[in-house]
């Protein structure tokens, strides 16, 4: 882009000039985004060009969410230019920093599993890897979450602006997506064939992002499909304004309510339009023969969400290409592989069949005869009729989606060592049993370049004085920071940096949510989405305990610690609002008690996203990662923290088993039940939270203020939450796990009255995460399922 400060700052001037409009920081952020833009595509141009004569083999990741958060500071650290420009700038009194800010960052994710497929992205782009994404360009964001009297609201997100957005439009690329219509057999010049009649067309346009990897030479594609109206549809059977606005809802939010069948039917069209648009592209690109597809190019559904790409790929290649079903399910089962992200009886897919059958009739007709075949080839097997039931893709009435993503794939991953061996052991059980070399491990990660080199330049750069920047290229290196753990200045810059850290949070959270932070406490951050698993609630709740304990106990004065919370709650999920709620009341009560407020603060951020976890995770001393053991699949955000130097208090669940091997117990605070545990009592209905109660005078007071209102406004919300732990038996565990779950955060309080060991443990988790790079998942995947070579950028 420019080869020295002095020459962006020439070129950035003159390009602000040539504008002859009035400066303003919105006008240097338009500049900024256009001089970064033409470089990436020079190289974007590049990389497409060497992926078309080389033939690489190229990946498609398909996914329902990325949440890629804002582009352009994580663009300029690809490249390489970050310091550069921000020097120039500020020379120019320009902040860089101010001009990040005005990024609506795109909210096309809900959480894990979106910023999951982000994090992918940056890897594949930066191990120099052809690897693409698909999704969904919905026109509203992620809503934004406010608080009205201590209630999460929810606005609409418009992250689409006049000009400077982050996509390009591929009009060119458009295809044309069909819904309802009937299936006929029409005579063709080689037979039969099946077509569909007066189907409701609507036009899929792909929009494209560019995905910069380090060092800027690979730029790879995020493509976005959007739903508008197609001409073939002229003669749709309903009135024409009812087809657009139906047409323009299509894309318009992720995950729409599903309550209704109107929304179940709103979310189907999401996933045929990303499935069919994608293979549209994927196939009319191919140029070698169709035979060679698996060799050509890998196919990774990400969760069940697109398994509908099974049955398009099958019905291409026999309806558009005249195959026998033999040889479409022969390719199809060697293109495409799927990665389960959770066991979660709610959160497995299962859809009505007689709505697939109405509105994708023919793609229900080739699920039907899928599930037939394999029905068929198990009776031959001698199964009996229990494991034919659980292996039957269509079971009364409902398709099951990850048994139809299991079936279609060659081969089928979990997201961290433990959750996989319970999906082979126990929720998949029979799939595993019928296809045993098919299940696989790929722990998650996270991006280091984003989590690390991005949002904690500082410590980024202390790592690099101390061990050289090998580490940026290979993380694992991050392991030579172990000798530093005893090194005394090192580890006086590392807690120099978490303080500064801190004080960039406490500005960041004055100016957007007025709240002021003691930077001296402890900072305790719990922040991802609200769900029952989560156990946001026993966090809030031990805050309580605390809180009497305090009241109770004159010589109990623990050390200040500041609790921050952040998440989003889906719309419809009435128990995380309700936690919500509590949290927010609870905070009120906590915050402004003269006596309480001298040891513990709650401050419960806004709005919770990519841009403020950004913030919060670089600042923490502690991390709380507490879900019920066995329900958190992986878990992304305890490795994020973990690289940035805090401290994990844990269960034995998900990713952490792995970190807390890694980095070693003595490293984290472990607590709590483990998976088999919580799996017996839930198989044997013997769990009893009111046991828990009455042999536990401590938690048994809390339990009466809860009843008696003391920490909700308004009896509802105190009914729901008293009804959740006492009268629904607790269904996660939190009274179970409560007083291991305090004794933990004493030992926390302990270690931190050494300031020196504290920062030492610090170091070491630090040291022990470069496992969780997502270059090294990448690396695995491409090693195991997608064999992809890698294709030096000549740059
Ligand atoms: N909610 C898992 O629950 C995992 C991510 C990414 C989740 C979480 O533990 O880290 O996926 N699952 O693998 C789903 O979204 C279904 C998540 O984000």
Redesign the pocket.
């Known amino acids: 882009m420019f080869s020295s400060k002095e020459e962006f700052k020439k070129t950035f001037t003159d390009r602000i000039e040539s504008k002859g409009t009035e400066k303003s920081l919105e006008l240097a952020h338009e500049i900024l985004w256009e001089m970064t833009n033409d470089w990436i595509q020079e190289s974007w141009k590049r990389t497409n060009q060497l992926y078309e004569e080389n033939h690489e083999k190229q990946l498609y990741y398909i996914s329902i969410?990325f949440l890629i958060g804002r582009v352009l500071g994580q663009n300029l650290i690809n490249l390489n230019f970050y310091n550069l420009v921000k020097e120039g700038l500020d020379e120019l009194g320009i902040e860089l920093s101010e001009i990040e800010e005005l990024e609506i960052e795109p909210g096309l994710g809900?959480?894990?599993?979106?910023?999951?497929a982000a994090c992918f992205m940056d890897s594949l782009a930066s191990l120099e890897l052809p690897g693409h994404g698909y999704g969904l360009r919905y026109r509203g964001g992620l809503f934004t979450q406010h608080f009205v009297n201590g209630n999460q609201t929810e606005q609409p997100t418009n992250w689409i602006k006049d000009k400077n957005n982050v996509d390009t439009r591929r009009e060119d690329l458009a295809v044309d997506i069909p819904y309802y219509g009937e299936v006929q057999l029409v005579m063709g010049l080689d037979g039969m064939r099946t077509k569909i009649e007066n189907p409701e067309w609507v036009k899929a346009v792909p929009y494209d992002i560019p995905i910069v990897g380090a060092n800027g030479g690979t730029v790879n594609t995020l493509r976005l499909w959007q739903a508008e109206v197609s001409n073939r549809s002229s003669s749709v059977g309903k009135e024409y304004a009812v087809y657009e606005r139906e047409t323009a809802h299509i894309t318009d939010r992720l995950y729409p309510d599903d309550s209704l069948e109107t929304g179940k039917i709103l979310r189907l069209k999401q996933q045929y339009l990303l499935c069919s648009a994608s293979l549209q592209n994927i196939i009319s690109n191919h140029k070698s023969s169709l035979e060679k597809l698996p060799e050509s190019i890998a196919i990774q559904i990400n969760?069940t969400h697109p398994a509908l790409a099974v049955p398009e790929l099958m019905r291409i290649l026999i309806d558009d290409f005249s195959w026998d079903w033999e040889r479409a399910w022969d390719v199809t089962t060697r293109t495409i592989s799927y990665?389960?992200?959770?066991i979660?009886e709610e959160?497995m897919e299962k859809w009505d069949s007689h709505l697939i059958q109405s509105l994708l009739p023919r793609i229900f007709l080739i699920i039907e005869e899928i599930d037939r075949r394999f029905k068929e080839s198990l009776q031959n097997q001698g199964k009996d009729d229990e494991t034919l039931r659980k292996l039957s893709i269509i079971e009364d009435g409902v398709i099951k989606m990850a048994v139809l993503a299991v079936v279609g794939s060659y081969r089928v991953n979990g997201?961290?060592k433990l959750?996989t061996e319970i999906l082979k052991k126990r929720e998949m059980k029979e799939l595993n049993e019928q296809f045993p070399n098919k299940f696989h491990n790929k722990t998650?990660g996270i991006t280091h370049r984003r989590w690390l080199i991005k949002a904690n330049q500082e410590l980024s750069g202390l790592v690099t004085e101390a061990i050289g920047s090998q580490w940026m290229k290979e993380p694992e290196r991050l392991s030579e920071l172990h000798y530093f753990s005893q090194n005394q200045s090192f580890l006086q810059n590392f807690q120099e940096i978490k303080s500064l850290k801190k004080e960039q949070l406490i500005h960041h959270l004055q100016r957007d949510q007025n709240i002021i932070v003691d930077p001296s406490s402890i900072f305790d951050i719990h922040i991802k989405?609200f769900?029952g698993y989560k156990r946001q609630l026993m966090n809030i709740l031990h805050i309580q305990m605390l809180y009497d304990r305090i009241k109770r106990d004159s010589t109990y004065r623990p050390y200040p610690r500041t609790f921050f919370f952040g998440g989003k709650a889906a719309p419809s999920y009435h128990f995380a609002k309700q936690v919500i709620k509590m949290i927010n009341t609870v905070a009120t009560k906590v915050n402004n008690d003269p006596l309480a407020r001298q040891h513990l603060h709650i401050v419960f951020v806004e709005n919770y996203n990519v841009t403020q976890a950004e913030y919060l995770i670089p600042a923490a001393d502690v991390s709380e990662q507490i879900?019920t053991a066995s329900?958190?699949?992986?878990?992304?955000?305890n490795m994020k923290f973990m690289m940035n130097g805090a401290l994990t208090i844990g269960t034995f669940d998900?990713?952490n088993v792995e970190i807390f091997e890694q980095v070693g117990q003595e490293n984290a605070f472990v607590f709590g039940m483990r998976a088999e545990q919580v799996m017996d009592y839930e198989k044997n209905h013997s769990y009893n939270p009111k046991e828990i109660i009455e042999s536990d005078v401590e938690i048994e007071k809390l339990m009466e203020e809860l009843v008696k209102g003391d920490w909700t406004e308004g009896k509802a919300n105190a009914d729901f939450i008293v009804g959740q732990l006492l009268h629904e038996g607790d269904p996660y565990f939190v009274l179970k796990d409560l007083q291991s779950y305090a004794k933990a955060h004493e030992k926390i309080l302990d270690a931190y009255e050494n300031p020196i060991k504290w920062a030492e443990m610090g170091v070491e988790n630090i040291a022990a995460s470069g496992i969780f790079s997502s270059d090294r998942t990448i690396q695995q995947y491409s090693d195991d399922v997608w064999h992809l070579t890698k294709v030096p950028s000549i740059y």
């Open positions: 969410e809900n959480g894990g599993l979106g910023r999951l969760d990665t389960n992200h959770t979660l959160a997201v961290a959750h998650n989405r769900h879900s329900k958190e699949a992986s878990g992304t955000g998900g990713a």
